[in-house]
């Protein structure tokens, strides 16, 4: 259903109201990181991130275009995805789960958002593995935001999550809010691989009053 402008401005407003909170926003959802990757080893396989570059980047979908797991395009750059192949997609067409949403206690975590999550994933930096400084959300209007769970090996000395020059810590298992407009850069600096779960959310008065009413301390 297309927005309306008063659609449209409520949800500017709910999401500016939710950044007033802060850049990283640790809320009450939680999984339990440990149990949550022995199941996926045991059931999945990670594939390449964005297999047109050789960075130690890997990824698994919890959400994609078919609900399938190859990664394509759902892991791949989708700007060049749709040069190559003459498509027009988006990140919101990626919205059918994966079998790896079905796992318990992040199938509980979704149906807070019901289909307002969209090409989530969850994400595997080796040791070396980079994103460079960057911000999402080019637009004047953010129509989504990003829920991130770190999972493993998410914080120094052996990961740098770097939001408007600052360094992030995180308590793994818990689902935070993060202001991705504002630039970022990731680097495993460490030995071990890195683990994080990657949700895309719409903004909406609902999704965004779903989070701050279970923020982990309310300001």
């Known amino acids: 259903m297309k927005q309306t402008q008063t659609d449209i401005l409520l949800n500017a407003t709910a999401y500016n109201t939710m950044a007033l909170y802060g850049q990283q926003q640790k809320t009450k959802f939680y999984l339990d990181p440990d149990k949550f990757?022995?199941?996926?080893?045991?059931?999945?396989?990670?594939?390449?991130?964005?297999?047109?570059?050789?960075?130690?980047?890997?990824?698994?979908?919890?959400?994609s275009l078919d609900g399938e797991l190859s990664g394509i395009p759902d892991l791949d750059s989708l700007r060049e995805y749709n040069q190559e192949n003459n498509?027009?997609?988006?990140?919101?067409?990626?919205?059918?789960?994966?079998?790896?949403?079905?796992?318990?206690?992040l199938k509980t975590i979704l149906d807070q958002f019901g289909d307002a999550?969209?090409?989530?994933?969850?994400?595997?930096?080796?040791?070396?593995?980079?994103?460079?400084?960057?911000?999402?959300?080019?637009?004047?209007?953010v129509d989504s935001f990003r829920l991130i769970i770190p999972l493993q090996y998410c914080n120094a000395?052996?990961?740098?999550?770097?939001?408007?020059?600052?360094?992030?810590?995180?308590?793994?298992?818990?689902?935070?809010?993060?202001?991705?407009t504002k630039e970022h850069y990731l680097f495993n600096s460490g030995g071990h691989p890195s683990y994080w779960l990657?949700?895309?959310?719409?903004?909406?008065?609902?999704?965004?009053?779903?989070?701050?009413?279970?923020?982990?301390?309310?300001?």
């Open 37 to 63: 990757l022995d199941w996926v080893y045991a059931n999945h396989k990670f594939v390449q991130y964005n297999p047109r570059k050789t960075i130690n980047r890997y990824g698994l979908s919890v959400t």
């Open 87 to 105: 498509t027009n997609y988006n990140e919101k067409d990626f919205k059918t789960r994966t079998p790896v949403a079905e796992y318990p206690e």
């Open 117 to 141: 999550v969209f090409r989530s994933h969850i994400l595997k930096l080796d040791p070396g593995g980079f994103f460079p400084p960057h911000r999402d959300h080019k637009t004047p209007f």
């Open 157 to 180: 000395p052996y990961f740098n999550f770097v939001i408007d020059g600052k360094i992030t810590q995180w308590d793994s298992g818990f689902v935070y809010y993060a202001d991705t």
């Open 198 to 219: 990657i949700l895309n959310v719409e903004t909406s008065v609902k999704t965004v009053s779903k989070v701050l009413n279970n923020l982990w301390v309310r300001v």
